[in-house]
């Protein structure tokens, strides 16, 4: 293709993306015809701010550059049409914007403004208002304009102050000017940093709402991890439990028994998902109590009679326990026997809840049956239960202990006296437990047997 061919193909695009504007910029009309107030304002928005300080820059300008008109016209330049031109250029760009949604550069409004500035001064008057023109088009560039680019304009327009001052068209010195150019920079300059700084804060708000949606996300994966696993771990107990009843014994009772509390507790654990995903809806709905640590027994009594040997025991006063120091002391039970369940089935598990007055300590031991493999705690529940714990300030350990599985968490609190309560119980129990052994090898078995059934009765209590 050479050029005679290529020149009549651009004249042609060239046509019609005029006639294309011309259609947009009817339509543009129209709009703001039937609605003035709603299209100034998606128009004015633009340029970056709100509709209401543009429309007050425009009012502004056009009162200064009015008055300016009005000046002329009374020092008898009249039928001069120079300074309704001057006027016309100092508030071309209004139409631009308002009509035409073109949002106009930095520096064609420094031109127009500029021009017009050149326009009212040829006609000198006494005490002019004209330079406020400039003004105002300085604090505007300096608004929409990046410092680099404002700071030569606003010099440019320093400069034709001072051309016309020195041939006598301003009465009032040079420096006055000089400042009041460099004050409206400044303002400009601080809108343009206050836009700057607000859109950077929506960014921030944006980051942190997205993050507080990630966690939201985890949280509630939490709750269904916890659900599931606890719900999921005792049904399969039931299910097995039934298995060996129906396999082995042939007991139909057993196994209808078993089946029974797997489908009870399958029923339970679809209300508590459906409760859990519920939290994804907008419309919040009526919901159940969250569990806590009054709950702890039933759930010990689900896993007890799905055939885990389950020890609990709670030492302290749960009447001080908050709902949300409740609700995680619940949690870390039910995935530490779930994980119980799933990894070590045919385990005997130990849970206990110290509840002192300085700290909240939970510990969770159960054996590991043979041939049972001890694997460092990695998963969703163990991170999950961690991050339970530190929310409220506390820890946890998981790991292998002797020859079982040990999972700790330490809630801190307030004072100390139940917790040394409970270390003396500790102490004591272990004291009468030695003096059992130590006393059943010698010749009295009598006091022996008495010692021996009073630390079982401490153990029981």
């Not at 985890?218 to 129906?246: F, G, K, P, Q, Y």
């Amino acid at each position: 293709m050479n050029v005679t061919d290529a020149t009549p193909n651009a004249i042609g695009r060239a046509l019609r993306d005029f006639q294309a504007w011309v259609r947009d910029s009817g339509h543009r009309i129209r709009e703001f015809a039937r609605h003035p107030v709603t299209e100034f304002q998606r128009n004015a928005e633009q340029f970056g701010y709100p509709a209401n300080i543009v429309a007050l820059i425009d009012i502004v300008l056009f009162t200064v550059a009015g008055l300016a008109v009005f000046q002329r016209y009374h020092q008898g330049y009249w039928p001069s049409l120079l300074p309704i031109v001057a006027l016309l250029l100092s508030y071309s760009t209004g139409p631009l914007y308002a009509f035409f949604g073109l949002v106009p550069k930095p520096l064609l409004i420094a031109g127009l403004t500029m021009s017009s500035e050149a326009v009212f001064l040829s006609q000198p008057v006494p005490t002019d208002s004209a330079p406020f023109v400039l003004i105002a088009a300085a604090g505007e560039i300096a608004a929409l304009a990046p410092m680099i680019a404002s700071i030569p304009l606003a010099l440019a327009m320093v400069a034709e102050l001072m051309f016309f001052s020195s041939i006598g068209h301003l009465d009032i010195g040079m420096p006055i000017w000089f400042f009041a150019v460099t004050c409206g920079w400044m303002t400009g300059q601080m809108l343009n940093y206050q836009r700057r700084y607000l859109y950077q804060e929506r960014d921030y708000q944006e980051i942190r709402a997205t993050q507080a949606a990630d966690e939201e996300r985890r949280r509630i994966a939490r709750e269904v991890h916890d659900v599931i696993a606890h719900s999921l771990s005792i049904t399969l107990l039931h299910v097995t439990a039934a298995r060996h009843a129906l396999q082995t014994d042939r007991d139909v009772d057993d196994a209808v028994e078993a089946l029974t509390d797997a489908e009870r507790l399958g029923r339970q654990a679809m209300a508590d998902i459906r409760r859990t995903v519920g939290l994804l809806d907008q419309r919040p709905a009526s919901q159940t109590p969250e569990p806590g640590l009054e709950d702890v027994p039933d759930l010990v009594a689900d896993f007890v009679r799905a055939g885990m040997p389950v020890e609990y025991s709670l030492d302290g006063d749960p009447s001080n326990i908050s709902a949300g120091v409740g609700l995680a002391l619940y949690r870390i039970s039910q995935e530490s026997l779930a994980n119980i369940a799933k990894h070590a089935p045919g385990a005997a598990a130990r849970l206990r809840i110290m509840l002192c007055s300085r700290d909240i300590k939970v510990e969770v031991v159960n054996t590991l049956p043979t041939g049972a493999a001890v694997r460092p705690g990695r998963g969703m529940g163990i991170s999950g239960m961690r991050q339970r714990i530190s929310l409220l300030g506390g820890t946890l350990t998981a790991g292998p202990v002797d020859d079982g599985w040990r999972v700790y968490a330490q809630i801190p609190m307030s004072s100390q006296l139940a917790c040394m309560a409970v270390s003396a119980e500790d102490s004591l129990r272990g004291a009468l437990q030695s003096m059992a052994r130590k006393l059943h090898d010698r010749p009295n078995p009598m006091v022996a047997k008495e010692i021996q059934e009073s630390a079982r009765d401490i153990a029981a209590g």
